[in-house]
Each structure stands twice: as structure tokens, then as C-alpha cells.
DNA sequence: ATACACTTTGAACCTTATTCATTTTATAAA
DNA sequence: TTTATAAAATGAATAAGGTTCAAAGTGTAT
């Protein structure tokens, strides 16, 4: 047969779609198999609950933002110039991937369920590779290194994941990538080190 | 008669004591009223719903977050360092309501409904008050002011809450305020005016 | 043509939020 | 104290939706 359409992208992509403009606890697997065309108990021959077939949804977004960062990142060399680019590819992306951004920031981000299961990995905001930024940078003494790499990534992720769940919770007015350059000036002149020898770092 | 115990705060009590240790899906309204002594249609009585009563927990804690941040802040001059206390009096508060804690950043911090009525309002995890000594240290020149007050909060709370929420996720393990110093220390020297000539933002 | 395995189906089941007619309790008036 | 009236409390009935599973359908190999 041809029609090798996969039945599990089929729902995926309409479950995408519904999402996008409802909350979790107002979708029905009802409405998604309707749009799908299959049947209701097809979605379980899929995925195991509602929340299983939920969580599966940015999974393939992920890894488009995974390489499309490595892209963006090639042919950089000092590390502080690729966290620069880190954050405005974080913010552009994000806003170009709306309903993405929403499930992450919303609802997965800050799921205990969706933490401790497979999906959590893999998945990676760019966290993985944001840390290995900030250690290389350390390692070539453009970034202090009197403060641990992990909170130093809290501070990156932090103001990023911030500024973009208030651009979500005020209705995605605006651009998103305007904040690029101020939040580069703002958290590099926190964690860089400074060369001339009135600065150091008390 | 004087078993004047407001109902409405013995449904509240029971719904935190029960939401403590479970998700709000898994939560029932007929636990909850078990629990507070009343019957499954009383808790409608005081509360319009389920989610109703659910964002309602977090609002006496709030504002004792707020008196008691009021008096931490109490007595001292410079702005810098009253931000310094502002972060250490999160983590620190945030670290002994461990319940509330989770509720506000798990729950509550991202969800659409919260945020566009009313709850949101009046809870401030600080929001205000922070943005208020950001504000006097660029008056005072303390702090930069080629940085909009507003990203520089999203800066302060961002990590906080970045910082607040992995713990969390991780279980609560360790302590919460070791990370007040470096937090501090990095927030800082970004947000800073260094007073000498050499550094003077570009 | 037949047997077998794998998909798909959707009606039935079960749990739970929410409603509302009825009962109970408190307050005020006589 | 008795009666009238309003307020509070009740829990059985309703409605909605997630999940299951026995039956029907489809494809593949012998």
C-alpha cells in the first residue's frame, strides 16, 4: 500500500493544531480523533493517555531547534560572541514557533510529570549546549569562573524563559527578538571578565 | 454562637493540606470536602470552582510574603543593597513554604486563567517592590539606566524563579538560599554603574 | 482459499466536576 | 416562646469526557 501516512503523525499533527488554541484540560480526545479521522480508541493504540500523546508534540520542534541552533552557532569562535547569538536565536526562534513556545513555556517547562519522564531528554531548550558555551568560555578566560557554569545558566535561561512567558501571558503583542540586545549587554556585562585591573571581581 | 470558624478558610486549609502532595487533576472536590468536614456541595457555596478555589491558596501567603519582605527591607539606604536583601529574602522565604512554592511557580505562574483575573493581582511575588528599587537606584545612579527598569527585573526574577523552579523539580533537595551570594554577586555586576572611568558602558 | 496477526472501531464503563431542589440552621419579629 | 423569613448546607442526580475492550476489518503468507 502507499498510503503509508503514519497514523501517529496523523494525530499528532491535528492534536498540534487544537492545541494551539486551547488549554490542555479543554481539548477532548473526541475532538482530536474527529480531526484526525480515526476513531477514539485509535489515539490509545498510539499513546497512552492524554498527557502521552500531549507531552509528544514538541519533540520534533525540539530537534529542529536543536540543529537549526548548531547552524547558527558554525563558524563562531569566541564563546561569548556564540552566547550572544545563543540568546537572540533563542528569542527569534521562540517567536517564530508560537504555539511551540507555548506548550514549552506554559505547560511542559514546569511539569513534574513531563520532567521525570523520557520526553524531558532529548528535548533540551538549548540547555545542554548553552552549558558547554559557558565552560568553554570559562576555560579561555573570556567568562569569569568564580561562579559555577550552572548558574550562570540559570541567570541566560532564566531572563529568557522570563521575558518570554510574559510576551506569551500579555498575548504575543510585539517582537520578541527586540529584547535581543539589550539582554546580551545586560547578562554579558555580568559574567564576562573584564581585562583592565580595576574590575576584578572582589 | 462562636464557632465562628469561617468556612471558607476550612475548605482553603484542606485544599492546601491535599494539593500539597498531589496535581489539581488528581485532586477531588469530594476529598477536599471530606477532609474540611463539609459537604461536596458547600465548597460551591464559597468557591465557583475547582480552579477557583485552587488559585485562591497562594493569596494569605502572598501577602505575608509581602509584610514580611516590607520589614526585611526596612532600614536600609542604598537600593543596591536592598536588592541584595531582595534576593537572598526570596530564596530564603521561598525555601520555608515549600507548598506554596510549588503551587505559585509550577502552577499558578504560567497559567493563563491566573494571570487575567483578578488572583493575579494583589499577589505580586514582589513583582512591584523590585521594580520599585530598580527605579531608585537609576535615580540614584546606582544602577545603569541604559537598561529599561522593566528587563532588569525580568533579569532578577527570571533567575530567581529559574533557580527556585529546578529546585523544585529536583525534589527540594539541598538548600535554596546557599545560591542567594552568587546570584546576587552576578546580578550585580551586571545591573551596577562601576564608578570608574574604564568602564563605562560603551 | 484459508489461517493468522495486526489495526481499527466506537459503544459501554467509570470517574468526577457541577448543579439544584430540598432540608437544616440561624436571625428577626411578634 | 412561637412563627416567619432569610441564609447556609446538603448530597443525589446530571453531564462530560477519559479510557477500555470485545468485536469487526484489513492485510499477509501459506
Not at 480508541?41 to 498510539?46: D, I
Not at 506554559?106 to 523520557?118: A, D, I, S
Not at 533540551?124 to 559557558?134: A, F, Q, V, Y
Not at 517582537?175 to 574590575?199: C, M, R
Request: hydrophobic fraction near 40%; charge should be negative.
Amino acid at each position: 500500500m502507499r498510503n503509508k501516512i503514519n497514523k501517529s503523525d496523523l494525530i499528532m499533527k491535528a492534536a498540534l493544531e487544537i492545541f494551539a488554541n486551547k488549554n490542555f484540560k479543554d481539548v477532548t480526545i473526541s475532538e482530536i480523533a474527529e480531526r484526525a479521522g480515526v476513531a477514539v480508541g485509535t489515539v490509545y493504540e498510539y499513546f497512552n493517555n492524554k498527557e502521552d500523546l500531549y507531552f509528544s508534540i514538541p519533540q520534533k520542534t525540539s530537534e529542529h531547534f536543536n540543529e537549526q541552533l548548531g547552524l547558527h552557532l558554525e563558524g563562531l569562535y569566541s564563546p561569548v560572541e556564540k552566547i550572544r547569538k545563543f540568546i537572540w536565536f533563542y528569542l527569534h526562534y521562540l517567536e517564530n514557533h508560537p504555539i511551540y513556545t507555548e506548550l514549552l513555556l506554559m505547560e511542559l517547562r514546569v511539569n513534574k510529570n513531563f520532567f521525570n519522564t523520557g520526553h524531558h531528554r532529548g528535548l533540551s531548550d538549548g540547555t545542554t549546549e548553552i552549558l558547554k558555551l559557558i565552560e568553554e568560555g570559562q576555560q579561555q578566560g573570556e567568562i569569569r569562573n568564580d561562579i559555577s557554569p550552572y548558574l550562570i545558566r540559570h541567570l541566560i535561561l532564566g531572563v529568557l524563559e522570563h521575558i518570554t512567558t510574559y510576551w506569551v501571558l500579555k498575548g504575543k503583542k510585539g517582537d520578541l527578538v527586540s529584547f535581543s540586545k539589550d539582554t546580551a549587554e545586560l547578562v554579558l556585562s555580568g559574567i564576562t571578565l573584564k581585562l583592565d585591573s580595576t574590575s576584578g571581581v572582589i
